[in-house]
Protein backbone atom coordinates (compact mmCIF):
# COMPACT_ATOMS: atom_id res chain seq x y z
CA UNK A 1 0.00 0.00 0.00
CA UNK A 2 1.32 3.93 -1.07
CA UNK A 3 4.21 2.15 -2.79
CA UNK A 4 5.57 0.85 0.70
CA UNK A 5 6.66 -2.32 2.03
CA UNK A 6 3.93 -4.08 4.21
CA UNK A 7 5.83 -7.00 6.51
CA UNK A 8 3.22 -8.47 9.09
CA UNK A 9 4.30 -11.17 11.58
CA UNK A 10 3.03 -14.80 10.36
CA UNK A 11 4.70 -16.69 12.96
CA UNK A 12 6.28 -15.87 16.27
CA UNK A 13 9.52 -17.83 17.70
CA UNK A 14 10.91 -18.50 14.29
CA UNK A 15 14.24 -19.65 15.21
CA UNK A 16 16.36 -19.50 11.51
CA UNK A 17 16.16 -18.16 8.03
CA UNK A 18 15.49 -21.17 6.87
CA UNK A 19 12.55 -22.04 8.70
CA UNK A 20 11.16 -18.72 7.71
CA UNK A 21 11.66 -19.64 4.03
CA UNK A 22 9.89 -22.86 4.65
CA UNK A 23 6.70 -21.03 5.94
CA UNK A 24 6.77 -18.70 2.79
CA UNK A 25 7.16 -21.33 0.46
CA UNK A 26 4.12 -22.96 2.69
CA UNK A 27 1.88 -19.59 2.35
CA UNK A 28 3.35 -19.31 -1.59
CA UNK A 29 1.95 -23.52 -2.32
CA UNK A 30 -1.65 -22.16 -0.68
CA UNK A 31 -1.63 -18.78 -2.21
CA UNK A 32 -0.37 -19.29 -5.74
CA UNK A 33 1.63 -15.80 -5.45
CA UNK A 34 5.05 -14.72 -4.81
CA UNK A 35 6.06 -13.95 -1.19
CA UNK A 36 8.52 -11.84 -0.09
CA UNK A 37 9.05 -11.73 4.29
CA UNK A 38 12.09 -10.71 6.15
CA UNK A 39 14.12 -12.48 9.12
CA UNK A 40 16.78 -10.35 11.40
CA UNK A 41 17.22 -8.17 8.73
CA UNK A 42 17.48 -10.43 5.79
CA UNK A 43 14.87 -10.74 3.10
CA UNK A 44 13.45 -13.93 2.12
CA UNK A 45 12.03 -14.16 -1.85
CA UNK A 46 10.09 -17.00 -2.60
CA UNK A 47 9.13 -17.63 -5.99
CA UNK A 48 7.58 -20.40 -8.76
CA UNK A 49 11.58 -20.41 -9.37
CA UNK A 50 13.60 -20.22 -6.27
CA UNK A 51 13.93 -19.83 -2.75
CA UNK A 52 16.71 -16.50 -2.30
CA UNK A 53 17.84 -14.43 0.75
CA UNK A 54 19.42 -10.92 0.02
CA UNK A 55 20.35 -8.11 2.75
CA UNK A 56 18.28 -5.32 1.01
CA UNK A 57 15.55 -5.44 -1.85
CA UNK A 58 18.58 -4.38 -3.96
CA UNK A 59 21.09 -6.50 -3.15
CA UNK A 60 22.19 -9.82 -4.73
CA UNK A 61 20.38 -12.87 -3.70
CA UNK A 62 21.53 -16.04 -2.55
CA UNK A 63 19.86 -19.70 -2.76
CA UNK A 64 18.79 -20.84 0.75
CA UNK A 65 18.19 -24.06 -0.80
CA UNK A 66 19.09 -26.68 -3.56
CA UNK A 67 16.35 -27.50 -5.95
CA UNK A 68 16.57 -30.69 -4.04
CA UNK A 69 16.15 -29.54 -0.81
CA UNK A 70 12.83 -27.48 -2.38
CA UNK A 71 11.41 -30.24 -3.36
CA UNK A 72 11.72 -32.32 -0.57
CA UNK A 73 10.54 -29.10 1.40
CA UNK A 74 7.60 -28.73 -0.99
CA UNK A 75 6.55 -32.59 -0.38
CA UNK A 76 6.52 -32.19 3.08
CA UNK A 77 4.81 -29.36 3.09
CA UNK A 78 1.73 -31.06 0.73
CA UNK A 79 1.90 -33.71 3.03
CA UNK A 80 0.23 -30.96 5.43
CA UNK A 81 -1.77 -29.96 3.31
CA UNK A 82 -3.31 -33.02 2.44
CA UNK A 83 -3.95 -34.43 6.39
CA UNK A 84 -5.68 -30.48 6.70
CA UNK A 85 -8.23 -31.19 3.55
CA UNK A 86 -8.82 -34.55 4.97
CA UNK A 87 -9.30 -33.64 8.44
CA UNK A 88 -6.75 -35.49 9.68
Not at 54 to 80: D, H, M, N, W
Request: glycine fraction near 12%; aromatic fraction near 6%; proline fraction near 7%.
Amino acid sequence: MNGKPDFRPIAPNIDTLENCAVRLEGMRMTSGLPMTGAFQGRFIYVTDEEIGAASGPKAQRYRVFTPAQRAEIQKGIQTLLDREKAGG
